[in-house]
């Protein structure tokens, strides 16, 4: 039996690719994560940047907490099984009446991994529906496997550094959005196609996404990222795993951590294709 998601979501998920919405926790707990980042942003002088929203549970504590919520891995562990890594968490930021989209891409096409079994998760931090630009989703197209890209959308209000775009082909009109109001999250497969539009709304569209795989999943590239173990045990050893929880934003030492596992995470999706990771600043 399930932990924390139905029989129906988990069948959902296989069939479809995709699980939304589901709560995860009250708009106040979600706010109040948006406030601490904003706090920060104002500490420093200006918004999140690529290095600080790459692999951000890293750096900043709260949302390390976000990341190892026990409802969530509940969540993740119904799809995934017992023993998971979490590989990625980034933070996906559109600002108020801005053009930054995304392309439709696949998350596994820089990840470098067989099986595709990762698994994202997105939780808004403010409503993230039609108007803001919501996460858009082709159903089933997960089964496909990876499809090969083109690089025909890099563009500055591209959110993908790459400026992917997929090459599946698939009917628009097809498309589900994933509306999500503060405190929801969304569940995709590595492979599912998805996108989402420009932010046509008087509010920043602010949402964090955690990628987390099971232990089995290989590394395909010669050069090989990090990853941390949040449940079970890891008999593989496919992933090296000395990334640490940090111990404050600005803790030089964990600031070093987590630059050096970005590094790592960019130099390898470049080795899988992404020439342009420069991009993410």
Known sequence: MPKFLTEKQVKQYREEGFISPVSVMDE????????????FEASQGKQMYGVQRTKCSLRFPFIYELATRKNI???????????????????????PESGSYVSWHQDCSYYGMDPLALVSAWVALSPANEESGCMQ??????????????????????????????LCEFDPEQAILMPLRPGEMSLHHVALVHSSRPNHSSDRRMGISIGYLPTNVRQTTSLKASAMLMRG??????????????VSALDEDTVERHERAVSLYREKA???????????G
């Not at 106040?28 to 706090?39: G, K, N, P, V």
């Not at 998971?84 to 980034?90: E, G, P, T």
């Not at 496997?145 to 997929?166: D, H, M, W």
């Not at 080795?271 to 342009?276: L, V």
């Open 28 to 39: 106040t707990e979600a706010l109040d994560l948006r406030e601490q980042i904003e706090s």
């Open 73 to 95: 891995l509940d969540a993740v562990e119904d799809l995934l099984g017992p023993n998971i890594l979490m590989y990625q968490c980034a933070m996906w930021f559109k600002e």
């Open 137 to 166: 989703v082709i159903p089933g197209s997960h089964k496909g496997g990876q499809y090969p890209v083109e690089f025909t959308e890099i563009r500055e209000a591209n959110l993908l550094a790459s400026g992917q775009n997929t």
């Open 233 to 246: 045990e890891d008999d593989f050893g496919f992933f090296t795993l000395d990334e640490l929880p940090p």
């Open 270 to 280: 470049i080795e899988c294709g992404n020439q342009t990771a420069w991009r993410l």
